[in-house]
C-alpha cells in the first residue's frame, strides 16, 4: 500500500503546559480518509501541526509523499491542501479577486475547479470575504484546498459550523477528491457521524495518545460493545477486550472479535461517540492495524 502521509515515533512536550504527543504513529494511503478522533485537547490540532511543520518535534519520523518532512523541498507544500479552523484569508479580497492571487501562489491552481466549488457551495463571487460567516469562510477554505491539485489534505474541524446541507455538499467533494485524484485526507472533526459517512480508517487520540487505529470495515465488522457482569470479565478476554467502563450494576465492554463471543453476551448497537467515551475509561491494552 502507498501512503500519502506516515507518522513514526512522533514526540513532543511542551514547555508551558504538562501536554505530551506520545509516540504517535499511523499512516493515510492514497485514496483513503483517516478519521481523527478525541476529546478537546487530546492532542489532533498539534499532530497536524508537526505534519505542516508549525509544530517543532522533539523526535519521530514524518513522511509526506514518501519524503521527510525535515529533508522535503518548499514545492511539497504545493501539494498539500490545509483547511482549519482558524483560517482567515485577506478580508478584502472578494472570491474572484481571491482567485486571482492563489492563481501566482499555486503552480497547478485549477480557476475552473474552483469556481466550481464556489458553485457548488451557493458561495458569493464578488462579497468581501470579511464580511463571511464563519461557515462561509470554511467552504471558502475547503474550496481552495480541493482546487491547487492537492494530494494530501489536513483538514482540523472541517465540517463544524457547517449546515446540515454544506457539510453533505464538502462531504461529497471530498469522497470525490479521493476517489476520482486518489488523494488521501486526513480530517479531525467532533462531528463523528461525518467522519462514520466518509472515513476508511479511524484513528482514537486520546491525552496525546493513540488509543485506537482501526479500519472502519473492522470496526463494523469485527468490534461489538457489550454489557456483562463484572466477573463475566474473564470469559471475555478470548474476544478482545478494548476498553471496558463499569456502570451501577453492569460493565460496559468493547470487544474486537464479536463473531466469537459466547451466545449469551448482548451486543448493542454503537456509533463511534460510544466507542470514544469507552476508550476515555480503561483501555486494556492497544490494538492496530498496521
Ligand atoms: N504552544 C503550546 N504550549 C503549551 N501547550 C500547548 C501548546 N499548544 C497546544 N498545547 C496543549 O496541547 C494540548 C493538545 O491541544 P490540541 O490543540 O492539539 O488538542 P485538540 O485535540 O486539537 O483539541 P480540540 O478538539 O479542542 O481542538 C492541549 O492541552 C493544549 O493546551
Given at each position: 500500500?502507498?501512503?500519502?502521509?506516515?507518522?513514526?515515533?512522533?514526540?513532543?512536550?511542551?514547555?508551558?503546559?504538562?501536554?505530551?504527543?506520545?509516540?504517535?504513529?499511523?499512516?493515510?494511503?492514497?485514496?483513503?480518509?483517516?478519521?481523527?478522533?478525541?476529546?478537546?485537547?487530546?492532542?489532533?490540532?498539534?499532530?497536524?501541526?508537526?505534519?505542516?511543520?508549525?509544530?517543532?518535534i522533539?523526535?519521530?519520523?514524518?513522511?509526506?509523499?514518501g519524503?521527510r518532512?525535515?529533508?522535503a523541498?518548499?514545492e511539497?507544500?504545493?501539494h498539500?491542501?490545509?483547511?482549519?479552523?482558524?483560517?482567515n484569508?485577506?478580508?478584502?479580497?472578494?472570491?474572484?479577486?481571491?482567485?486571482k492571487?492563489?492563481r501566482?501562489?499555486?503552480?497547478n491552481?485549477?480557476?475552473?475547479?474552483?469556481?466550481?466549488?464556489?458553485?457548488?457551495?451557493?458561495?458569493?463571487?464578488?462579497?468581501k470575504?470579511n464580511?463571511?460567516?464563519?461557515?462561509?469562510?470554511?467552504?471558502?477554505s475547503?474550496?481552495?484546498?480541493l482546487?491547487?491539485g492537492?494530494?494530501?489534505?489536513?483538514?482540523?474541524?472541517?465540517?463544524?459550523?457547517?449546515?446540515?446541507?454544506?457539510?453533505?455538499?464538502?462531504?461529497?467533494?471530498?469522497?470525490?477528491?479521493?476517489?476520482?485524484?486518489?488523494?488521501?485526507?486526513?480530517?479531525?472533526?467532533?462531528?463523528?457521524?461525518?467522519?462514520?459517512?466518509?472515513?476508511?480508517?479511524?484513528?482514537?487520540?486520546?491525552?496525546?495518545?493513540?488509543?485506537?487505529?482501526?479500519?472502519?470495515?473492522?470496526?463494523?465488522?469485527?468490534y461489538?460493545?457489550?454489557?456483562?457482569?463484572?466477573?463475566?470479565?474473564?470469559?471475555?478476554?478470548?474476544?478482545?477486550?478494548?476498553?471496558?467502563?463499569?456502570?451501577?450494576?453492569?460493565?460496559?465492554?468493547?470487544?474486537?472479535?464479536?463473531?466469537?463471543?459466547?451466545?449469551?453476551?448482548?451486543?448493542?448497537?454503537?456509533?463511534?461517540?460510544?466507542?470514544?467515551?469507552?476508550?476515555?475509561?480503561?483501555?486494556?491494552?492497544?490494538?492496530?492495524?498496521?
Amino acid at each position: 500500500m502507498e501512503y500519502a502521509l506516515e507518522i513514526e515515533g512522533l514526540c513532543k512536550s511542551f514547555s508551558k503546559s504538562r501536554f505530551a504527543l506520545k509516540n504517535i504513529s499511523f499512516s493515510v494511503p492514497y485514496g483513503s480518509i483517516t478519521g481523527f478522533i478525541g476529546e478537546n485537547g487530546a492532542g489532533k490540532t498539534s499532530t497536524m501541526g508537526a505534519i505542516l511543520q508549525t509544530l517543532h518535534i522533539d523526535s519521530g519520523s514524518i513522511k509526506i509523499f514518501g519524503e521527510r518532512i525535515a529533508e522535503a523541498k518548499k514545492e511539497i507544500n504545493n501539494h498539500i491542501g490545509v483547511v482549519y479552523d482558524a483560517m482567515n484569508f485577506s478580508g478584502n479580497l472578494d472570491v474572484i479577486k481571491l482567485s486571482k492571487v492563489f492563481r501566482y501562489l499555486y503552480h497547478n491552481w485549477d480557476n475552473q475547479e474552483y469556481f466550481n466549488y464556489i458553485e457548488l457551495f451557493s458561495l458569493p463571487k464578488k462579497q468581501k470575504i470579511n464580511s463571511f460567516s464563519r461557515g462561509m469562510a470554511m467552504k471558502l477554505s475547503i474550496a481552495v484546498a480541493l482546487s491547487h491539485g492537492a494530494r494530501l489534505l489536513i483538514l482540523d474541524e472541517a465540517t463544524s459550523g457547517l449546515d446540515p446541507v454544506g457539510r453533505e455538499d464538502v462531504l461529497e467533494a471530498l469522497l470525490k477528491f479521493v476517489r476520482d485524484q486518489k488523494g488521501a485526507i486526513l480530517l479531525s472533526s467532533h462531528i463523528t457521524s461525518d467522519i462514520e459517512k466518509v472515513a476508511d480508517t479511524l484513528v482514537f487520540i486520546k491525552k496525546g495518545e493513540i488509543v485506537l487505529k482501526t479500519s472502519k470495515n473492522d470496526l463494523l465488522n469485527n468490534y461489538a460493545i457489550i454489557q456483562c457482569k463484572e466477573n463475566e470479565l474473564n470469559d471475555l478476554r478470548l474476544n478482545g477486550i478494548i476498553a471496558y467502563k463499569n456502570q451501577t450494576d453492569y460493565v460496559d465492554v468493547l470487544v474486537s472479535n464479536k463473531n466469537e463471543l459466547p451466545a449469551k453476551f448482548h451486543k448493542k448497537n454503537f456509533s463511534i461517540d460510544d466507542i470514544t467515551l469507552l476508550l476515555n475509561f480503561r483501555r486494556l491494552k492497544q490494538v492496530g492495524i498496521p
